[in-house]
């Protein structure tokens, strides 16, 4: 696992505009929070591919600290300053910081990657994070769910008898349970089920209204009504949160949280014990709990049959969620894999399983799709075409008939869901297939093809069955990004990269010094020679000690200081060479 | 162009492929149809990493690359259908007359195995339900965990059978009855789609009073949508059964008033009964939903 720039393998999906302007990704952008609330993007995940007017977003609003505005077409966009963004603009920023990361670790272009997502995720919460490895200038090869990602680290290079296994995977925004079966290389998986809006920023919410409810009722504030104050609830919130894991009792301590009138400044102190956080928080691990029966069902797997049980995502440390799991299954969860690291292993796995050495196919993973696909029949139902649990990449066709004489178009409603009116289930778009061919009415025969992909990205063509003809198809509703959007932020972010390029200078005086080392460890072996037959260590440690200080001026991107060191390691390399060449011709 | 696959996968999904449907879904993963739920899952597997397309991920594939996506979809849907044990003996039993001889002996001993198991499972229910007290209660524990197993086994008919003495054993606990109450309402949702998928099928090649029994097996099951009244009612009056297309039409709108395809159909029975004034109705009633419904126009039109 490569570290980031900071030299953390882990970088928070955290961005911020500072007040200079400057963007801010990661550790850094959390850590000034606090002061630039209204400007630092938290939980963008929760916003990728939901519509404006959708519960779910309406619903995560009111506890975010940053502004929130409807696009033209019922689109998401986040105010930072004054400019707006989309939630994949934002996702793309993390991407390229981590992308940045990973080409200053390995020294070479990054073009590919392998994402991963909550298996509860849906078509348009898919696609948006496709469209954000473009904007990122990233070809995302493969989409794959978390916990089947944190099934693959936990199988990788392990030898083992057929087995069946399940994921339990609460993260910070998303809930998702899974249940594999693992066969000689083959992860297939069974059955996922998950909410997409639990997640451990829930948990946080509870300490946050247990900490502001109180505060509100003695001084006639609300904490949460003022973004620098809800950021500092939420930092003490998780950190109480965090400390409660491994202690009975949290003190949180915030000075100065507000000014009364003529009362002067506000403190809240409050002592938070681990049972009063479990109670508060038993109806969060209570709805996993359902979740998980729900999956064991559709998967006709019982907990005793399973041979492991994982925990993935930061809050499956929380000792109240591992106990819930341990009496459901009977079992303590396996402790072989990293919550954290497993689902970034798993990715990498996969990228290797599908770009890696030719005919070395031993792993296969068979993923499924979370949600049924069905189109929207007469009377308002939803009618099944894919049901969920699928194995993907999957197809289906549906046959449309002309209703009318020279019928010019139809239309098709796809959703995602399980209820059976359509207007309850996830719209993924209207479909129009236009220019039919002019014919009496059932004189049109469209055979429609619904494709999902490995990704779980759904795809809908359309050819006349008659003539054998394709048929165009427009998405005529959809919130997501448009082809020329997507490009013009793929255009925006290459232009940031490119001014965030060193100066010109920098970058000369490095590589003139990196010539200069590479020379130094080619000559080294004649002057070891040299300081072996008489002339005595000390030219050697000479040379070490300037080297050494050229690395780290390099890697501290020491401006002034390079240029020097470029000086004095060519002075020192001519000197060193004439030096051992007298030394030579003295000896022979 | 080279195709860039080894030579006996390429002649594999050629063979597969020039086989069409009538390869049967056992042959199709390489195995008897005496094979068990595990025997069936392994060769799905094994099968998948040979021809699951990301095996051969980015390599050229030319005209190979549609047939191999193809292949892989149809043994996952045939892996679907094994796997459950009601869905597998619908499929051996519809299927039975295009299986090899050794492959329809096999089907037709698994289909007398599980009347023998059924069998069986009576006469331990007998014995069962004349033990007394605690002891009624331990038994009922044990068959709850054998019927759990069961279900995962893709057994569902047996896991009813032994819940169904496990409640009577010991009526009181809740969880038994629950995961009764569960199993069956999944086992009625499997018979449910695959009557439907069957009677789709039958319609499709012609075999109306066929297709007819089974939409009304799936209505019966209630599937969901409106697809079987609308089947069974199309069959009907294919059959020239106005009365019972009538019938399949009512019943269909009982559940869903809105679908105009159905009134479309009544009106069609009642017009083959010369009921013309319901006709009328019925007719009048689409046109008000949708004004331009073209065939119900037509048929309103000689009225």
């Not at chain 2, 069409?20 to 069936?40: K, M, N, P, T």
């Not at chain 2, 021809?51 to 045939?78: C, I, N």
């Not at chain 2, 599980?114 to 002891?135: T, V, Y």
Request: hydrophobic letters at 40%; glycine letters at 8%.
């Amino acid at each position: 696992m490569i570290p980031n720039r900071s030299g953390y393998r882990l970088t928070p999906s955290v961005v911020a505009v500072a007040k200079n302007g400057k963007r801010l990704v990661g550790a850094l952008a959390r850590r000034q929070a606090v002061t630039n609330a209204e400007r630092t993007v938290v939980a963008v995940k929760r916003l990728m591919g939901r519509a404006f007017s959708s519960r779910a977003l309406q619903d995560t609003l009111p506890r975010l600290p940053y502004t929130v505005i409807a696009g033209d077409r019922d689109d998401a966009r986040i105010q930072l300053g004054d400019q707006s963004f989309s939630p994949p603009e934002i996702s793309a920023m993390v991407l390229t910081e981590l992308r940045l990361d990973a080409e200053a670790h390995l020294g070479e272009k990054i073009s590919k990657a392998v994402v991963t997502v909550p298996a509860y995720f849906n078509d348009a919460q898919r696609t948006a994070t496709k469209d954000a490895g473009r904007i990122a200038g990233l070809d995302i090869i493969r989409i794959i769910n978390e916990p089947t990602a944190a099934s693959l680290a936990y199988g990788f290079g392990r030898d083992f008898p057929e087995r069946k296994i399940a994921v339990f995977d609460l993260g910070g925004g998303t809930f998702d349970f899974t249940v594999l079966h693992l066969f000689k290389g083959a992860f297939e998986v069974i059955a996922t089920g998950g909410d997409t809006l639990l997640g451990g920023e829930d948990f946080d919410a509870r300490i946050v209204d247990w900490l502001a409810g109180p505060f509100l009722e003695r001084h006639g504030i609300d904490l949460r009504k003022d973004k620098m104050s809800l950021q500092r609830l939420r930092d003490a919130a998780e950190k109480a949160k965090c400390d409660l894991s491994s202690s009975t009792t949290s003190e949180v301590n915030l000075p100065f949280i507000a000014s009364a009138q003529g009362a002067g400044p506000l403190h809240l102190q409050a002592s938070l014990t681990r049972a009063q956080l479990e109670g508060m928080t038993q109806d969060l691990v209570d709805r996993t709990l359902k979740v998980c029966e729900q999956v064991l069902g559709e998967a006709k797997v019982h907990p005793g049959q399973l041979a492991d049980v994982l925990l993935v995502g930061g809050q499956t440390r929380m000792p109240s969620v591992q106990k819930a799991v341990k009496s459901v299954f009977a079992r303590d969860p396996t402790k072989s894999i990293n919550p954290d690291e497993a689902v970034a292993l798993g990715a990498a796995i996969q990228g290797e399983m599908l770009l890696g050495d030719d005919g070395k196919n031993e792993m296969l993973l068979l993923d499924v799709t979370p949600h049924s696909l069905g189109i929207a029949i007469a009377g308002g139902f939803f009618q099944r075409i894919i049901p969920k649990n699928t194995v993907v990449p999957t197809s289906a066709h549906h046959l449309f008939t002309t209703v009318k004489d020279n019928q010019p178009s139809a239309k098709i409603i796809v959703g995602q869901g399980e209820n059976e009116l359509a207007a309850q289930n996830e719209l993924l778009g209207e479909f129009m297939m236009e220019g039919l061919r002019a014919a009496p009415r059932g004189g049109v025969d469209i055979d429609v093809v619904f494709d999902i992909s490995a990704d779980g990205i759904v795809s809908v063509s359309a050819i006349d069955v008659q003539t054998g003809l394709r048929q165009s198809i427009t998405v005529t509703s959809s919130a997501g990004l448009t082809e020329e959007e997507i490009k013009a932020a793929a255009a925006a972010n290459e232009d940031w990269m490119l001014g965030q390029k060193e100066d010109p200078k920098f970058e000369g005086n490095k590589a003139a010094v990196e010539k200069l080392i590479k020379e130094f460890e080619e000559f080294w072996p004649r002057l070891a020679e040299a300081a072996a037959k008489g002339m005595g260590p000390q030219i050697l440690q000479g040379a070490q000690a300037a080297l050494s200080v050229a690395r780290l001026q390099i890697e501290q991107r020491d401006h002034e200081g390079l240029s020097g060191s470029a000086e004095r390691l060519e002075r020192m390399l001519e000197a060193l060479r004439a030096t051992v060449a007298r030394g030579r011709g003295k000896g022979s | 162009m080279v195709i860039d696959l080894p030579l006996d996968i390429q002649d594999e999904l050629r063979a597969f492929d020039a086989r069409g449907d009538r390869i049967s879904h056992y042959e199709l993963l390489g195995i008897g149809a005496d094979a068990d739920g595990g025997a069936i899952r392994r060769a799905y597997l094994e099968r998948s990493k040979r021809f699951h397309p990301d095996s051969w991920y980015r390599k050229e594939l030319g005209d190979l690359g549609a047939v191999l996506s193809r292949t892989f979809q149809r043994m996952a849907a045939a892996y679907q259908i094994l796997s459950d044990d009601e869905t597998r003996a619908e499929y051996d039993r519809d299927h039975a007359a295009a299986f090899s001889e050794g492959d329809r002996t096999a089907a037709g001993l698994r289909a007398q195995a599980r009347k023998e198991e059924e069998r069986r499972q009576h006469e331990r229910r007998e014995r069962l339900l004349r033990s007394k007290g605690f002891a009624r209660v331990g038994a009922a524990r044990k068959l709850y965990e054998e019927a759990l197993e069961h279900v995962a086994n893709g057994q569902r008919a047996v896991a009813i059978q032994v819940l169904r003495t496990a409640r009577e054993l010991d009526p009181g606990r809740k969880e038994i009855a629950a995961k009764l109450t569960e199993v069956e309402r999944e086992s009625v949702k499997a018979r449910a789609a695959s009557a439907l998928h069957l009677g789709k099928e039958r319609e499709a090649s012609g075999n109306f009073s066929q297709a007819l029994a089974s939409y009304a097996a799936a209505i019966q099951l209630e599937a969901p949508g409106s697809d079987a009244p609308a089947g069974a009612a199309r069959c009907a009056l294919a059959l020239g059964d106005f009365a019972g297309a009538g019938g399949w039409a009512a019943r269909g709108l009982e559940r869903f008033p809105g679908e105009n395809r159905l009134r479309v159909l009544a009106a069609r029975a009642f017009i083959g009964l010369k009921q013309t004034a319901k006709a009328r109705t019925e007719l009048l009633l689409v046109l008000q939903n949708e004004p331009h419904h073209a065939e119900a126009k037509a048929l309103f039109k000689p009225l």
